[in-house]
């Protein structure tokens, strides 16, 4: 799921986290973002990566409103899209705190041409608006890393190459039993090297990311006519429908029958941005 907004700030935002990334484009030089203690200057074509889970909030007065343009997607999204590469970088970035892009300025201003494109796809509805914006929503999260000089990797099929092509597959077929062993052995790695591993490429451990996948798709498929709760939930792994209720609202702080009300009315899901 893709969600972008050209807007403006005026105040002192009080700080808040969601459960989505996103990608945060400077429009003008006014203001300064904090992202988990740390802030940076407002640069017309600079971009904050907000990941999720993150304390963050804007800084402004009226006198000097800040003007952006914001990209939120699924924490999963390059993964499920299969480009394990894009959503690896994106995992380091967490754990390496990089919040705040470079600023080389033939960087700066295709950055703002990417991303008010971006946000003009998200709201055309024209053909293909989805697989565009996806095409657009890459290209700007490998200018932000590429920004940092950020070293590469190399293509090599090592453990961690087999784990993320595991992830790959959990993410779209998350149904399918899973077991910590033999996901390990797959990999060729050791249980120990392969949870370490594991929890560090994903943020998850992998219990938590199996669930975690099937929650998401669960909320995805309550979207759709003619599904009823018990269908979204049997269809993703979730056998005791007690658990699968306790975990959702744990995870998105509704029910499941309430987020399928707010699809009916045709609504964005705002509670997948709210705060904590």
């Not at 700080?15 to 992202?35: A, K, S, T, V, Y």
């Not at 074509?45 to 997607?73: D, K, M, N, Q, W």
């Not at 979207?223 to 429908?241: H, K, P, Q």
Request: aromatic share 10%; charged share 25%; glycine share 8%.
């Amino acid at each position: 799921m893709l969600w972008g907004e050209h807007g403006f700030h005026d105040h002192v935002m009080a700080p808040h986290r969601h459960d989505m990334h996103e990608l945060f484009i400077c429009l003008n030089d006014e203001g300064e973002q904090h992202i988990a203690g740390k802030r940076c200057a407002f640069r017309r074509g600079r971009a904050f990566f907000l990941y999720s889970g993150l304390p963050h909030h804007l800084e402004h007065t009226p006198e000097r409103p800040g003007e952006f343009v914001f990209i939120c997607f699924d924490p999963a999204h390059f993964l499920n899209c299969g480009q394990t590469r894009v959503h690896a970088a994106i995992q380091r970035g967490t754990v390496d705190k990089h919040y705040f892009s470079g600023t080389q300025p033939a960087y700066l201003e295709r950055n703002v041409r990417v991303g008010l494109e971006l946000r003009e796809e998200l709201s055309c509805g024209m053909l293909l608006s989805q697989e565009r914006a996806g095409a657009l929503l890459a290209d700007l999260v490998v200018g932000f890393f590429r920004s940092l000089d950020v070293p590469g990797e190399a293509d090599a099929d090592t453990g961690m190459e087999r784990l993320r092509r595991l992830c790959v597959r959990i993410g779209r077929r998350p149904a399918e039993s899973y077991r910590l062993d033999a996901a390990a052995a797959e990999v060729g790695m050791s249980r120990t090297k392969f949870t370490r591993q594991f929890k560090t490429a994903t943020g998850f451990t992998f219990c938590e990311f199996v669930n975690d996948c099937r929650l998401r798709l669960a909320c995805r498929a309550l979207a759709e006519r003619g599904v009823a709760v018990s269908e979204a939930a049997l269809a993703n792994g979730f056998d005791n429908l007690g658990y699968f209720h306790r975990e959702f609202k744990k995870k998105f702080g509704r029910t499941p029958l309430q987020v399928k009300r707010i699809y009916q009315a045709n609504q964005f899901p705002h509670f997948l941005k709210e705060c904590d």
